[in-house]
């Protein structure tokens, strides 16, 4: 899958083991940097699993659009569909088969 990063603050975060652990912590960086092989592992968005301990998942309400995967409780790594055009299906909402670039937003804690 084909990452980008909203800013180059963030990349530097999600892309330096050091540096994610140097500012969020041993678990939460451990865990930003698995998430990080997971999302590149990934040929779309429909390898990466929608249960525990990844828990891919796409948001509702004022955040509809984004989606999240857990790091450690209650923090996220938010992220966003960046297919141009975003593949949909038929049904409405978005095709996670053919999503094969994602943009990371952000680590927030989203509750």
Sequence with gaps: MVIYFKTKKLQKLCSKRA??????GLKRGHKLQQRMM??????TLEDISRVPPARCHELTGNLQGQ???????PYR???????DPLPEREEGGLDWSEVTEVEIIGIVDTH
């Design 77 to 83: 790594l938010l992220f966003i569909a960046a297919n």
């Design 67 to 73: 989606l999240t995967m857990d790091l450690d409780h």
């Design 38 to 43: 997971e999302l590149q592992a990934a040929e």
């Design 19 to 24: 540096e994610a652990i140097k500012r969020l």
